[in-house]
């Protein structure tokens, strides 16, 4: 990222200091909340994993690479030998703070990383997707303060195979050799293989919990489960499908005392701790998530690596193929898909209804909000929306929506 | 087991590699029952006409062995020119091409193309993808490539469909020089233009090099033959390069795999796609051999199985979605794509 | 069998007492801050004009943005459900669209013949479209509702509003006033604007052909007027729009 004014930059600075300073005085560690949701658990394996979260537990003995959005290829950032972490982020004072960085009808989730990553994390090298308007311009906004530590890549937002996959090869190969010489790092064919294996391995077991979750209900409640999932923008592929695998073993042999009413998919906007608001309105008025194809969890982990041609392109090409063309992100071309994982979703656990949580001001997301009434009422599945944001005060409004939804499926 | 199709493949492919180019060497006499000679009568050229057994070694089309152990024809590149006559008599187009020529009388045919359309309507194009000994070869060589760590060529939809278009021409032209030299009056130009697919198709020349016999590999008797000669080399060099670089590209070249194809719709075995489960990802038609795209493409429930399709079932093996790709015969589900 | 039916709304709190699915008595009141105090007063005045003692009542359902405050309620429903139900007996047990104009939320429901839901929607967390817009902007009209909806139907050529947020109407508002327009088109055109914005959720549903108008703005007959010249069809107006779904709510099964 080199075209960039630095006059403007100077500008961007001086805020940015001021920031820096105004942020001491928040806590950043939400203890109540973990606290709230860690009591409605009833897993002992969840106890680390609230750890994670409210600790922000990160391998920091490896230069650290912070990414955005599910597009960017884990696999690559591991075998050059750095960690990669997933900085998407919901936090709302995070996105107090960086309203005055970028003012206005802008996404929370935009605003809210601009606050984060006044954080004491170092960041060695931070890499910024094209995948909205946001994250875009986001990385101009943060080059005052990452200077070079920017990577930006730049992915088509049509994820038809057929058309863009040798855009999308092109894009990853670049970053692949950018990071082998920021890193000065020549990993071999086995390496890579060796960390897709392992990435796979994190597939298998979210696999298994995600069908279990789907098949039985009660067996873990939303807080848990997005825990869970949050955790994976943390800790290490290998670590989390350790703790992953204890908690599957533990969910195994759980007696489930809860009763719901109804069972239901959610879709839409990425849901992230600590704005968890939505879940906690599902769960108020007793509704089992029992399955969810939202980016943060179903698009961050359910997609393996399968690799058809074990040379170097081939396994580049099957990270693409990982990331972008089963993309789900409203950001991209393919409705087709999103339709065709709540249908099949819905057909292969029998849920009763979708609720679509839309986040007040991504607007990608409302566009989709027609076809996708349209579609589903033509099929008979019920579909509710939820608009909102990071504030609370409409928790009420948004419950006797859900609660009519639900007696609306009676 | 982590793919357990492709496994599969593997052995069935190179047993059938060993038993129908080794079938000579093994089994050594004819495997005939009476009752076998009875059904599947032994074709031979009427009285005056030219047959393979004419050749002499070290021309074109000179068999290194005159009896097969079985009298058929399956639908594969099972070459005539196997090293001791080899397990079957030859390859379909070959079965084609001569009785064409030989005006065999169709009593004697018919059980012979039965068996055969019986065995297509049974696999489908699985011949191809499972038992034909030159394409086990031509992957085999991808296999080479993959550890030399060279990326595949990809080849435009055009190009391929311009192939099949090409392996027309040498099917209907080949017939037709079939037909017309089994004609009286051009009976003299039998000896040159006899079986003219065969003097060029690369299984002619790779059969006895592994059954450590030399091919006919260099006649430069006449002018015709030279020709022929030359042009083998470069189909040769054509096959060895569309393995080398892209996969199966040669098949939708390969005219015997073109007869097959037409059975491909309606066989026995089928491919089938479950259109919700699909989640666009494309590795199906990034690892189809044979670059196929309808079964990404296409958002409909049913048979997927496409001319070009050789049923290697690779894009089963790699979808990552449960149940989204499966293979059935007749109806009976065999497996489906599943993530482990 | 006695029931009682109560709508804890936004602005009013309204209870009916019915017996055997017909109204005998209702009672409605301002919604004050304490809502239990509230609904005591209308439950009282209800069962004063049903004539019945309060222990007669065998089932006492809540509704309405308050209905989990109510400690006597035995059962809470949505005022979705509550509506679609009242709307639905009300309306002569057919397949309808329900639009409800209440005081802080507007709701579009549609029921089909047997008197299920199958689709609804709110009006986001925004005032506009709702009875509390049409109250503050009369009030910058410098008078009642009632004569805000006279004004706006004797206008001529009403005027176009650009906002249908509460707040900016309230300065294009006053800038018109202060460019002289005629109070009368400026009342007619914010009634148009309410009925534009309820007219793009109404449009959102396939089957409009028959659509039932209730809650308190059906008691404004300027808002009914705007509403059927934007949707193009006619719109009936329940009988006590208001108690629709106190009323809903104790006919639930
Ligand atoms: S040379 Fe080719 S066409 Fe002829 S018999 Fe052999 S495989 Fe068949
Ligand atoms: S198409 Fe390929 S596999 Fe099939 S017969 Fe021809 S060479 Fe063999
Ligand atoms: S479509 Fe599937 S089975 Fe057919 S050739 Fe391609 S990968 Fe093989
Ligand atoms: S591999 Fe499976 S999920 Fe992916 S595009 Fe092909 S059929 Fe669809």
Redesign the interface.
């Known amino acids: 990222m080199k075209r960039y004014n630095t006059f403007i930059g100077q500008q961007y600075l001086k805020i940015l200091k001021y920031l820096t300073d105004k942020r001491k005085n928040i806590s950043f560690d939400y203890k109540n909340e973990i606290e709230k949701y860690r009591k409605a658990s009833d897993l002992k394996t969840m106890n680390y994993l609230y750890e994670v979260i409210s600790k922000k537990k990160i391998n920091i003995d490896k230069p650290i690479v912070g990414y955005f959005c599910k597009t960017i290829p884990e696999e690559i950032i591991i075998a050059v030998g750095a960690t990669p972490l997933r900085l998407c982020n919901q936090d709302i004072y995070c996105a107090e703070i960086g309203e005055e960085i970028i003012p206005g009808d802008i996404c929370p989730v935009i605003k809210a990383i601009c606050g984060y990553l006044q954080n004491d994390i170092k960041i060695d090298l931070l890499v910024i997707p094209a995948t909205c308007d946001g994250k875009t311009k986001l990385a101009e906004i943060l080059t005052p303060i990452f200077n070079d530590r920017i990577y930006f890549i730049d992915i088509p937002r049509n994820s038809d195979y057929i058309e863009n996959i040798d855009l999308w090869e092109s894009a990853y190969l670049k970053f692949y050799d950018y990071l082998k010489n920021r890193f000065k790092a020549k990993p071999s064919r086995k390496e890579l293989l060796s960390v897709c294996k392992m990435t796979n391995k994190r597939t298998e077991i979210f696999r298994k919990i995600y069908q279990l979750r789907g098949e039985k209900t009660g067996i873990i409640n939303s807080f848990d489960y997005f825990i869970l999932t949050s955790a994976s923008f943390y800790l290490s592929p290998s670590d989390w499908s350790e703790h992953a695998e204890i908690l599957y073993k533990e969910l195994l042999g759980k007696v489930v005392k809860q009763n719901y009413r109804k069972r239901i998919l959610l879709a839409g906007s990425p849901i992230i701790f600590p704005n968890f608001k939505i879940l906690e309105i599902i769960e108020d008025s007793n509704c089992y998530i029992a399955s969810d194809i939202l980016c943060s969890g179903y698009g961050h982990l359910f997609d393996p690596v399968k690799i058809d041609e074990e040379t170097e392109l081939g396994i580049i090409r099957a990270l693409t193929l990982k990331y972008i063309a089963p993309n789900l992100c409203p950001c991209f071309l393919g409705i087709d898909k999103l339709l065709n994982a709540i249908l099949e979703n819905m057909d292969k656990y029998t849920l009763d209804g979708v609720v679509y949580y839309n986040l007040r001001l991504c607007n990608v997301f409302e566009i989709e909000i027609p076809i996708l009434k349209d579609i589903l009422k033509n099929k008979g599945i019920p579909l509710l929306v939820l608009k909102t944001d990071f504030s609370r005060e409409d928790i009420g409004q948004l419950k006797t929506r859900l609660e009519a939804f639900i007696e609306m499926l009676k | 087991m982590k793919n357990k199709i492709s496994f599969i493949r593997r052995i069935v492919q190179i047993v059938s590699f060993v038993l129908l180019i080794y079938g000579g060497y093994i089994f050594k006499t004819r495997l005939y029952t009476e009752t076998g000679e009875k059904l599947f009568p032994k074709l031979k050229a009427p009285e005056g006409y030219i047959s393979t057994t004419k050749f002499k070694e070290g021309s074109i089309l000179w068999p290194s062995g005159t009896n097969p152990v079985l009298e058929n024809y399956p639908p594969s590149l099972v070459c005539r020119f196997a090293p001791k006559g080899g397990l079957f008599k030859a390859c379909i187009f070959h079965f084609i091409s001569e009785n064409l020529t030989w005006q065999t009388h169709i009593k004697y045919l018919l059980p012979h193309f039965t068996l055969f359309i019986l065995l297509c309507f049974l696999f489908g194009r699985m011949w191809c993808g499972w038992v034909c000994p030159i394409g086990s070869l031509g992957d085999f060589i991808t296999s080479i490539r ?1 550890k030399m ?4 060529k990809r080849f435009p939809d055009s190009f391929k469909s311009s192939l099949r278009f090409f392996s027309y021409g040498i099917m209907v032209i080949s017939f037709f020089i079939s037909i017309l030299i089994g004609i009286p009056n051009f009976k003299r130009f039998q000896c040159y233009w006899f079986l003219p697919y065969c003097q060029i198709c690369p299984a002619r020349l790779i059969c006895p090099i592994f059954g450590l016999i030399k091919p006919g590999w260099k006649d430069f008797e006449t002018v015709i033959t030279s020709m022929f000669t030359i042009l083998g080399w470069l189909v040769m060099g054509i096959f060895l390069a569309a393995f080398y670089f892209g996969r199966r590209i040669w098949c939708h070249l390969c005219p015997v795999g073109l007869i097959n194809s037409f059975f491909n719709k309606g066989s026995g075995i089928e491919l089938k796609k479950r ?9 199906c ?3 189809c051999p044979m670059g196929l ?1 309808d079964m ?2 296409k ?1 409909t429930n049913g048979i997927y199985n496409q001319n070009g399709c050789i049923m290697c079932l ?1 894009c089963v093996e ?1 979808c ?1 979605k449960e149940g989204c790709l499966s293979v059935s015969f007749f109806g009976k589900k065999i497996t489906e794509s599943k ?2 | 069998m006695i029931k009682a039916g109560i709508d804890i709304g936004s602005v009013t709190t309204k209870c009916v007492i019915v017996k055997d699915g017909v109204i005998f008595g209702k009672a409605i009141t301002k919604t004050p801050l304490n809502i239990e105090k509230a609904i005591d007063n209308v439950l009282q005045k209800a069962i004063e004009e049903a004539g019945i003692k309060e222990e007669e009542i065998k089932e006492f359902v809540s509704t309405g943005y308050g209905r989990k405050q109510c400690k006597k309620a035995n059962r809470f429903i949505t005022e979705i459900s509550a509506v679609a139900k009242g709307g639905h007996i009300f309306g002569g047990k057919k397949s309808c669209l329900i639009i409800d104009v209440g005081g802080q939320d507007t709701k579009v429901v549609e029921v089909n013949d047997r008197g299920l839901v199958t689709g609804f929607l709110m009006n986001d967390k925004c005032a506009a479209g709702t009875g509390r817009f049409i109250e503050i902007m009369s009030n910058i009209l410098e008078t009642d509702i009632n004569g805000f909806s006279s004004l706006a139907m004797s206008s001529k050529n009403p005027i176009k509003i650009n906002s249908t947020c509460s707040v900016f109407a309230e300065s294009e508002v006053i800038s018109l006033i202060t460019s002289l327009t005629p109070r009368e088109d400026i009342a007619a055109g914010l009634f148009n604007s309410i009925a534009l914005r309820i007219t793009t959720m109404v449009r959102q549903f396939k089957n409009i052909d028959r659509i039932l108008f209730c809650g308190g703005g059906a008691k404004i007959p300027a808002l009914k007027y705007y509403l059927e010249k934007n949707i193009e069809k006619e719109l009936f107006v329940l009988h006590e729009p208001q108690f629709v779904s106190a009323y809903g709510a104790a006919m639930i099964e």
Do not use: H, Q, W
């Not at chain 2, 760590?149 to 595949?152: A, C, D, G, L």
């Not at chain 2, 259109?275 to 590795?283: D, P, Q, V």
């Open positions: 993959k760590n060279i990326p595949v259109a919700i489960s699909c989640n666009k990802c494309g590795l038609t990034d690892a795209k990404y493409e958002d690779r790699i990552p993530f482990r």
